[in-house]
């Protein structure tokens, strides 16, 4: 079975192997309406968002955070110092001048007004009290913005879900996001890892999981090519621009959606040689990185697993 909707700004695709048809579609909706009660707390589009409120209260005093929002950015904080600040939700400050949406102008934002703002992101100045149900942004004009993560953490609640209501074969796909469970047709699930420069919806690699998750950052989804360099949506917090790092994809497969969801960010905005020696410091953790120089890079778990069907289309920028 399957169904699919838009959530969070992306299609939402569910997958179940089963006979169960009534009782596969009352969980897909239980999933459906999990994403959209966790887009209500966590989008900065929503007014009364509870990401809304943190922004709005910014170094002017705590406000009520629920148990979710709380989680997310103690898990975004984690993830945070693992890359050295690479990933920063607080990059949220930024969204309004670089601009990738579909009626985006290719225009690329005054940079002085840029730098103006670059002191506002911090990750530290994040203060999340459990005991008080409180979050905090200490300084005055600081933006939190979860896009970077929240797909992730709402494709763990998806799992829960299924799980608790004895589904055991199914996928769900957010965006770039997904996570796989048992088999399909009593066989792991075969996924596929975009091509950057290739057309759209094409793969040049392919894997077998199963209990798994898989996560891809890439700069070819939010972007556009200007005088000869390609701009896209993974802004790095040192410079204020689109990452140039080195990495073209990055692809995270670990057991968490959410860990998976950020730090396939965090690692694409460290590189390739910074990114892939934290990943390989981290517990149950694998990476495949297609490099600015089209070089495909994996940990050493991935030998024999990953098939590379063809090399990612070459590409000057």
């Not at 994809?249 to 396939?264: Q, R």
């Amino acid at each position: 079975m399957q169904r699919a909707r838009v959530s969070m700004g992306s299609e939402l695709r569910l997958s179940a192997w089963t006979a169960n048809e009534p009782a596969a579609t009352d969980a897909f909706d239980a999933v459906f309406t999990e994403f959209d009660r966790l887009d209500g707390l966590m989008s900065v589009w929503k007014p009364g968002s509870e990401i809304v409120r943190l922004n709005e209260a910014a170094g002017d005093h705590p406000v009520a955070a629920g148990a979710d929002l709380r989680r997310i950015l103690q898990i975004a904080a984690q993830i945070s110092e693992w890359t050295g600040g690479k990933f920063d939700v607080t990059f949220g400050v930024l969204s309004g001048l670089w601009k990738f949406d579909h009626d985006q102008d290719n225009r690329v934002p005054d940079m002085n007004a840029v730098r103006r703002l670059m002191p506002l992101i911090d990750y530290r100045s994040i203060v999340v009290d459990d005991a008080a149900g409180t979050a905090f942004l200490e300084k005055k004009g600081m933006r939190a913005h979860l896009g970077g993560i929240g797909k992730g953490y709402a494709i763990d609640r998806g799992i829960e879900i299924l799980h608790a209501r004895g589904f055991n074969d199914f996928m769900i796909q957010a965006g770039g996001d997904l996570y796989v469970s048992g088999l399909k047709d009593g066989r792991p699930w075969r996924l596929g890892i975009q091509d950057p420069r290739g057309p759209g919806g094409t793969s040049f690699a392919t894997i077998d999981l199963t209990n798994a998750t898989f996560s891809t950052s890439g700069d070819y989804e939010r972007s556009f090519v200007k005088d000869g360099r390609r701009y896209h949506h993974i802004i790095d917090p040192a410079t204020g621009e689109p990452s140039q790092a080195g990495c073209r994809s990055v692809t995270i497969i670990t057991g968490s959606a959410v860990m998976a969801d950020g730090l396939s960010t965090g690692v694409f905005l460290l590189g390739p040689e910074k990114g892939m020696a934290l990943v390989q410091r981290l517990p149950g953790v694998d990476a495949v990185i297609v490099t600015s120089k089209n070089e495909v890079l994996m940990t050493p778990r991935l030998n024999g697993r990953l098939t590379v069907q063809a090399p990612p289309t070459d590409a000057p920028f």
